[in-house]
């Protein structure tokens, strides 16, 4: 049924349990899976300032992603795709979700609530309201 499915990861627990429930989406093995990470401006370091030392050099923050991709993607049945990509999470997701034409968006909640949900705001819920295709957003344990 679906054929491009974008897969929104990041380095918590939660993106464990999307990957079960990608996994159990019986992907068909023409299906391509492209297992994608939004790496924040700060997180990159390049919204630190230059006299200010970096607690994860950007290199090493890169390959270690990676590597927790790749341990994603071995598992997968069907083709697959890495792609890690630095900016603002809503938008990187759907940029890439209109790059890949991709069928199904999946990405986990972290069930901010209340004034959390307010100050630091809510990836699943703007990649909701503006993708071009079906969201399935996996909650996580606590919510």
Known sequence: MFKTILVALDTSELSARVMAAVTQLNLDP?????????ISPVESGFGVSADRPSLHPQMGTYR????HLQQFQSHLP????????????????????NIYGADLIVLGSRGLTGVERVVQ???????????????FVVKSAET
């Not at 270690?64 to 590597?67: G, L, R």
């Not at 705001?121 to 969201?135: F, L, N, T």
């Open 30 to 38: 023409d299906a391509q899976v492209i297992l994608s990470h939004v």
């Open 64 to 67: 270690s992603i990676e590597q």
């Open 78 to 97: 069907c083709d697959s795709e890495i792609e890690i990509v630095t900016g603002d999470p809503v938008e990187e997701i759907l940029r890439l979700a």
């Open 121 to 135: 705001g809510s990836v699943s819920g703007a990649v909701v309201a503006d993708a071009p295709c079906s969201v």
